[in-house]
């Protein structure tokens, strides 16, 4: 799929409720504080992939949404994905050059820091820290990441690109 492909609207909207339900999932306690998380990803991808279609606000709505479904204190994922969304612009140009497994090294630390940011806007109202919470997700989202990216490089490849990619080659 290009770039300039309007239909991606349709792509990053379905992936992003695809995520938010995969988010909102009932799991047991121990295998809830493993869950990746997907919104984010699903955000950094399509930064990634479409810059030009999505950016800053785009991953500051994503966050937003989480905080609704979620029925969380409203802006506090918003103002992470923002801050995450804004760092990885600054790191654009080298993250489009990224294998997959390099990419790996500037998932996790956005991953981390946005649960860093979400849990310390929560020690603001509940003193309480549980640095498993945070550093566990990380860890997932780590290892799902290379499964998320691929399967969402296969969402909307329509056959003209598909005959164009293999004309090329």
Not at 6 to 32: E, G, R
Not at 65 to 81: K, N, P, W
Not at 128 to 147: C, D, F, K, R, Y
């Amino acid at each position: 799929m290009e770039e300039t492909d309007p239909s991606i609207y349709f792509w990053s909207a379905l992936s992003l409720v695809l995520a938010l339900m995969l988010q909102i999932l009932p799991l047991s306690v121990a295998m809830a504080h493993w869950r990746p998380q997907f919104v984010f990803l699903v955000a950094i991808y399509w930064l990634f992939r479409a810059p030009s279609f999505h950016g800053i606000a785009f991953a500051w709505m994503c966050g937003l949404m989480l905080d609704l479904v979620m029925g969380e204190l409203i802006g506090r994922h918003a103002m992470s994905f923002a801050l995450c969304a804004y760092l990885l612009r600054l790191l654009q140009q080298r993250f489009q050059y990224m294998t997959i497994f390099h990419q790996l090294f500037l998932v996790f630390p956005l991953v981390l820091l946005h649960q860093l940011l979400v849990h310390s806007t929560t020690l603001m109202l509940r003193p309480t820290w549980q640095g498993e919470l945070v550093m566990a997700p990380a860890v997932s989202s780590l290892l799902i990441w290379p499964l998320l990216a691929w399967v969402l490089a296969k969402f909307g490849t329509s056959e003209a690109y598909e005959d164009e990619e293999i004309s090329s080659s």
